[in-house]
Nanobody, 125 residues
Framework: VQLQASGGGLVQAGGYLRLSCAASGRTFSSYVVGWFRQAPGKEREFVAAIRWSSRITYYTDSVKGRFTISRDSDKDTVYLQMNSLKPEDTAVYYC???????????????????WGQGTLVTVSS
């Protein structure tokens, strides 16, 4: 499956953006789709994930209540709605997918087989 991430940009603190991750080649039907981010000089970190079939969602604590992950089966696309953005949210955001993740593996970037290109999110103070 090929992933295409989009939607990044420059926004002021308190603003919002919506990232999209579109699949091609295969559908997401049995996949877990996750969003990760990597700030300069920092390790890649888990942001959110959704299990496509059940719509169960997972979030890192720092984005709970601000970010929402969702999916559109008609468009085979996963979205990350990011509200109340903070400067510390600045990073390159990546979407990733895998077809066989157990719950304990969902937050680990190394467990995902498919990756999209990154999209840069910059939040100014």
């Amino acid at each position: 499956v090929q992933l295409q991430a989009s939607g990044g940009g420059l926004v002021q603190a308190g603003g919002y953006l919506r990232l999209s991750c579109a699949a091609s080649g295969r559908t997401f039907s049995s996949y877990v789709v996750g969003w990760f981010r990597q700030a300069p000089g920092k390790e890649r970190e888990f942001v959110a994930a959704i299990r496509w079939s059940s719509r169960i969602t997972y979030y890192t604590d720092s984005v709970k209540g601000r970010f929402t992950i969702s999916r559109d089966s008609d468009k085979d696309t996963v979205y990350l709605q990011m509200n109340s953005l903070k400067p510390e949210d600045t990073a390159v955001y990546y979407c990733a997918a895998d077809s066989s993740l157990i719950q304990s593996s969902i937050r680990g970037w190394s467990h995902y087989d498919y990756w999209g290109q990154g999209t840069l999110v910059t939040v100014s103070s």
